[in-house]
């Protein structure tokens, strides 16, 4: 282009032009005869006041990419500006692209201009349904840190963030210029911020308009950066040089970095642009300024439909555009606006960065079960959930360090919420000096520590949107920070779910930690639920809470939700060390309801059903059980662990309960208590849709705490084992389950107890020692136990057992009964489809496989239990076979029945080698 001042003046115009019809207009939009009440929308909703600066920005930035083809984002912080960037992503023919009506002609101006903050068409303020919008605009604050998170592993890419002044004065903002001592230069791209003076906010003045030129640069000097102020009659000159300068100060710092330089506290710039209010509005109107004033910061003279005067001078102020000097109804726009804008492939509106799916890949996650736990017995082990989290984000993070596109935030809690295993790979991001007492720091670290959850919940949104992985880690009660932001990018998500333009996002995820219930020391203001039921409180099914109660439950809690994709997940721990529960295979198989029976601690055909939903909580219903059934062994109880919960769904095309076949695990018609983690509420509400809800007796955080021991924080509460206790024989007593007499003299003692416990607490300042040492008791129950299969000689008879899912790898549990079982004189088979041979001996694909002149005794399987009836069909086609055998964790009711059915002997529950042994011993 000739003069490109000119052409980015002519640009700005036609820009605010289109600005101002999307406020005003609903016919007559080039103006092609005098203006009437009925061409002005009969509700007028827009911001004019910082439109101006935004055109301004955007034209001058149209320049920059073409000139040095650089891959840029462009993040609008006054969110409530929109109608500006509209008038630019459909001017670079952007908007166009995905919404077809948006053509660069007359008919294409018509349809966004009257669509703008019209019902079912476009949005008031910056939304997901607008392409190249990576920032809800609703609420102000998130921009900057947004755009850092934007940038982050994308060393090519600069994000341009317009700041109103504003925002500028909001707490998120004020925290988030410290972004950039979290980033280096060799490995990220860049954020060039600009702070746009205007003036005012919606009725009085900015703070950051009226302090000096030498208190902004002092500010933002010690902030870090280095400050460029862009203002006066020759700012079109002004802005084109000192964007070009900025540009070439950011290549210098990026070229030293990449270059291996010693580059401590990179001081990138910024830029202060000061233009007025409603820039090129009314000057005055009835004798008051317009521009430069509160009264051009929305809709500049608003009874425009029914007052003559305001609407003769609208005209006058859409004419002074000239905007027929600029767009030809035959013609279009002219060659000097066309020439501004960049080629296709780098429109700034079409950056491949905001559209996820565009460079969208998974990540490559551990294999869970070299990294599971084994259970001989429930409970006997110690289990620390957030140790676990830590080995496996560790992996994560080994695994994709070619790809680069996973990153932890935690607010300085990744030591205290016992992640810290990650920093054997990996260290926190900081580039600014450091010190020799340091503890895992590095400029290119991939943890993001800052003590601010809105930028870290900024920068998870930026990377995420951006085609990336993130987890953000945070005690309990402080999620609450942040609420407000993930409230907000619920509202995105719904809707970018909705554009199949915007590709695959990957899910943004939570863990919350250090939670209200091992809060005691620190006191009653860390112990808060209430995020959680926030968010299940929401009418979204792509919301999922998970509370894992051990580390094999948390192992499949993070490989579920990691491997999610355009959902919002919440992973509730403790970091304390509590009993190891259930295996892999178990844990695994309560992920397709999110829920499933315990059967260690049930008993079939329950009278009541005892429900735990977190890990604590879990804890204290399987202490109560333990207690009731060893006082009141005449009650059968069923035990049903809660790992994941949804919120509500709003779903048109099919129904999507919260907790997916409650009935089924419930009951129909049993009484069910329930010990929630949270506040009550939040349960009791998704109960009140089951069938019967009055049956349901609901425990949970009802806001009493304080500086205290562990378990009194559940007796404050009422969900200590012994207040279960109470509830379960109560219950039975008006069941008729349990005799009155009996349930009185035990609830008598439960009672007591707990008027001994804060004598004994204020006494010794801990909880008492058979508290803290409990251990379940209570044993796995088997189908057959040794007496059974000793009695019908299981083992004692066979030579040969079929292992189905016997693997050739000698760490696999599979493995290591086999060859156990061969070093006892069995001849042990393999059914695997995927291996050739182990233990020397052949495999076969599946049983039908193995020759028929082979006397197969006992088929062990090694499989989940939905996966069980398959093998055992194969079992009655191939004949002559009497027992099965499943191994620890694995029982259904199915099985069970399938056995019955077809005269099968059927261990189930029961590891073969732990059954041999035990045979073994008692005959010694």
Known sequence: ??????????????????????????????????????????????????????????????YLVKKHRQSTVFVLGPGHGFPALQANLFLEGTLGKYYKEATLDERGIAYVSKQFSWPYGFSSHSSPEAPGLILEGGELGYSLSTAFGAVLDNPDLLAVCIIGDGEAESGPLASSWHI??????????????????????????????????????????????????????????????TLEKCYEKIRKIQQNARKQKSVFAPRFPMIILDTPKGWTTVKEFRGKKIEGTILSHQVVMPNVRGDEQELETLEQWLKSYHFEELFDKEQGFTKDILDLIPSDAMRIGDNRHVFSGKVYKDLALPNAQ?????????????????????????????????????????????????????????????????????????????????????????????????????????????????????????????????????????????ILSSTAWRQEHNGYSHQNPSFISGMLEKNNCFIKVYFPADENSMLVSLEEVLSSK???????????????????????????????????????????????????????????????????????????????????????????PQIPNAEKYFTNDKPVIVN??????????????????????????????????????????????????????????????????????????????????LSYITEHGADPVDIENWQWKKRTPHTFDTDEIAKLNLLKESKIIAIVGLSDKKERPSYKVASYLKSKGFRVIPVNPNVKSSLGEKAYPNLLAIPKTMQIDIVDIFRQPDEVIPHMKEVIERGNIKTVWLQDGVSSEETEEFARDFGLALVSNFCIRHAYERLQSAQL
């Open 1 to 62: 282009m000739k003069d490109p001042i000119q052409s980015i003046q002519k640009y700005v115009r036609a820009a605010n032009y289109l600005t101002a019809t999307q406020i005003y207009l609903q016919n007559n939009f080039l103006l092609r005869r005098p203006l009437i009440a009925g061409d002005i929308k009969p509700r007028l909703f827009g911001h004019w006041g910082t439109c101006p600066g935004i055109n301004f920005v955007y034209a001058n930035l149209n």
């Open 180 to 241: 950039n001592k979290l980033f280096d230069p060799a490995t990220n791209g860049a954020v060039l911020p600009i702070l746009h003076l205007n003036g005012y906010k919606i009725s009085g003045p900015s703070i950051f308009a009226r302090m000096s030129d030498k208190e902004l640069s002092s500010l933002f000097t010690g902030y870090g950066y280095e400050p460029f102020f862009v203002r006066g009659e020759d700012v079109y000159e002004e802005m084109i040089m």
């Open 370 to 510: 070299a990294l599971a736990k084994e259970v001989d017995e429930p409970g006997k082990h110690q289990s620390n959930s957030m140790r676990m989290a830590g080995v496996y984000l560790r992996e994560v993070f080994a695994r994709n360090e070619k790809q680069k596109n996973f990153r932890l935030l935690s607010p300085d809690e990744t030591y205290s919420n016992r992640l810290d295993d990650i920093f054997s790979v990996t260290k926190r991001a900081f580039v600014w000096p450091d010190h020799p007492l340091d503890l895992d720091i590095s400029r290119n670290g991939r943890v993001m520590e800052m003590l601010s959850e809105h930028n870290l919940h900024g920068l998870a949104q930026g990377y995420i949107l951006t085609g990336r992985h993130a987890v953000f880690a945070t005690y309990e009660a402080f999620a609450q920070i942040f609420s407000s932001m993930a409230h907000q990018y619920v509202k995105f998500l719904k809707v970018t779910r909705q554009m199949p333009w915007r590709g695959t996002v990957a899910s943004i995820n939570y």
């Open 566 to 656: 355009n959902q919002m997940n919440t992973i509730v721990a403790g970091k304390s060390p509590e009993p190891r529960w259930i295996s892999l295979a178990e844990a695994k198989a309560l992920q397709k309801d999110g829920l499933g029976i315990w059967h260690f601690a049930s008993d079939k055909n329950p009278d009541i059903v005892v429900v735990g939903i977190g890990d604590y909580m879990t804890k204290e219903c399987l202490a109560a059980i333990d207690m009731v059934k060893s006082e009141a062994p005449e009650i059968r109880i069923r035990f049903v662990n809660v790992m994941r919960i949804s919120a509500r769904c709003t779903c048109t095309d099919a129904y999507h």
């Open 676 to 757: 929630f983690h949270g506040y009550p509420e939040a349960i009791k509400s998704i109960l009140f849709d089951m069938e019967n809800p009055k049956r349901f007796s609901v425990h949970g955080y009802t806001e009493h705490g304080g500086t205290t021991t562990p378990f009194d924080m559940q007796v404050r509460n009422s969900t200590s084992r012994y207040h279960i206790a109470a509830d379960i024989v109560s219950t039975m007593a008006q069941q008729n389950v349990l005799k009155k007499t009996k349930a009185a003299k035990l609830i008598k003692r439960y009672t007591a107890v707990l008027a001994n416990h």
